[in-house]
């Protein structure tokens, strides 16, 4: 079984509050575009059960195997379901700590396809409770549709906001922001206009309302990241903005641009939405 575990963007992106168990809540909302991973699921039924030997291949990824959100949402499975012994490949398009979220999508996607592989009766609320132990925004990608999200990144509303006929292009610096980090230097507070607003604001006029507020820091300790952004708006873009707690920078336009040559070194993806 193959499949595509998409990245995401955000639209906007701000945290509200530190919480007792040490997380904090956001306000952010999740928007899928095409840009993916491969992953490649393959039975070994003749092989030892409750195994898994992942390869992986494209962008490296840090860690060990055992860390890879592949490998643990088999492990969690396994240790519910006693599964069949498997053989993954997963090829990586979307780097690493970019704010796409390709890893949580990845694991999210091996949640899937295991169940469906295998034919497993797992309860929706099960699903997603696996989803939330491999990461705060994992239940998202179990059905990646836009999403305002609150809380951790986990609690979900359906979002009837559309890009659907703009572009997008999207770059990367080549080195990724420790998020740690980033929640260590971020600025708390409320949004001055929430995301549930964003539908009823032209996009031309997200430039002045709409905030990442995990740019100031990214901007300090890779100056690229804002250099692009804002080489993006002189190219045209009607918003622009870094994703996640970064590194990854979007923009999006009324119409097909060309990639700006100073910014084609950070190039990854474009597409229509």
């Known amino acids: 079984m193959v499949v595509f575990p998409a990245a995401k ?6 945290v509200t509050n530190r ?9 952010t909302l999740f928007y899928p575009i095409g840009f993916s991973d491969i992953l490649e699921v393959v039975p070994v039924p003749d092989g ?6 992942l390869t992986l291949s494209g962008a490296s990824v840090e860690g060990s195997l055992g860390t890879n959100l592949v490998v643990r949402s088999y492990d969690m499975l396994n240790e519910r379901k006693r599964l069949p012994g498997v053989r993954a490949y997963l090829h990586k398009c ?3 700590g970019a704010g796409l979220g390709g890893g949580s999508s990845d694991g999210a ?9 295998f034919g497993l009766d ?18 998202f990608f179990l059905d990646p549709q836009p999403s305002y999200a ?5 609690i979900l509303e359906h979002a009837s906001i559309t890009l659907r006929g703009y572009y997008l292009q999207l770059f ?16 708390i507070g409320q949004p001055e206009v929430s995301v549930g607003e964003l539908e009823k604001i032209p996009i031309k006029g997200w430039r002045e309302v709409v905030k990442n507020v995990f740019e100031p820091y990214a901007f300090m300790q890779q100056p690229v990241i804002e250099q692009i952004k804002y080489r993006l708006y002189e190219s045209g873009a009607l918003f622009a903005s870094m994703t996640g707690s970064g590194s990854a920078v979007y923009g999006l336009f009324d119409c097909e641009t060309e990639i700006p040559h100073d910014l084609m070194p950070y190039f990854i993806w474009k597409e229509r939405l």
């Open 94 to 96: 979307i780097p690493t």
């Open 19 to 27: 919480r007792e168990d040490g997380y904090h809540n956001i306000e």
């Open 150 to 154: 609150h809380g951790r990144g986990e």
């Open 172 to 187: 990367h610096p080549g080195t990724g922001i420790s998020t740690a980090a980033a929640y260590k230097h971020v600025q």
């Open 109 to 117: 996607s091996m949640l899937k396809v295991l169940i469906a592989l």
């Open 9 to 14: 963007i955000n639209l906007g992106l701000y």
């Open 122 to 139: 797992v309860p929706p609320d099960e699903i997603v409770e696996l989803a939330l132990a491999l990461g705060s925004d994992c239940p």
């Open 48 to 53: 030892p059960s409750g195994t898994i030997d």
